[in-house]
Nanobody
Framework: QVQLVESGGGLVQPGGSLRLSCAASGRTFGTYAMGWFRQAPGKDREFVAA????????SYTDSVKGRFTISRDNAKNTVYLQMNNLKPEDTAVYYC????????????????????WGQGTQVTVSS
């Protein structure tokens, strides 16, 4: 079992940057694909980005391509989401998620694909 703890959220002005971190417990982090999702007020949770266990492949939702970067450090049991050029519509609670799979491609961008979830961290983009 994996426990996930997100950090790094906060208030930032439009055009600013934040880096979210998700620390995982356990000794098998390197066997999990990782994803980031977000949920804005009054909306369903949506996929943001994912990365394979080896960092070989990543995937992004169209609205964040070119602005967000997902990465991981298996030695530190941590996955990151670097968010640049933030927009007010990026305001949401951001969740990291884990799926135990040693696949060559990231999991499909669906909530039900993932096995474990963190508690979320709030990101607010506002002037």
């Amino acid at each position: 079992q994996v426990q996930l703890v997100e950090s790094g959220g906060g208030l930032v002005q439009p055009g600013g940057s934040l880096r979210l971190s998700c620390a995982a417990s356990g000794r098998t982090f390197g066997t999990y694909a990782m994803g980031w999702f977000r949920q804005a007020p009054g909306k369903d949770r949506e996929f943001v980005a994912a990365i394979t266990w080896s960092s070989a492949k990543t995937s992004y939702t169209d609205s964040v391509k070119g602005r967000f970067t997902i990465s991981r450090d298996n030695a530190k049991n941590t996955v990151y989401l670097q968010m640049n050029n933030l927009k007010p519509e990026d305001t949401a609670v951001y969740y990291c998620a884990a799926k135990r799979i040693l696949g060559l491609l990231p999991p499909p961008p669906e909530e039900y694909e993932y096995d474990y979830w963190g508690q979320g961290t709030q990101v607010t983009v506002s002037s």
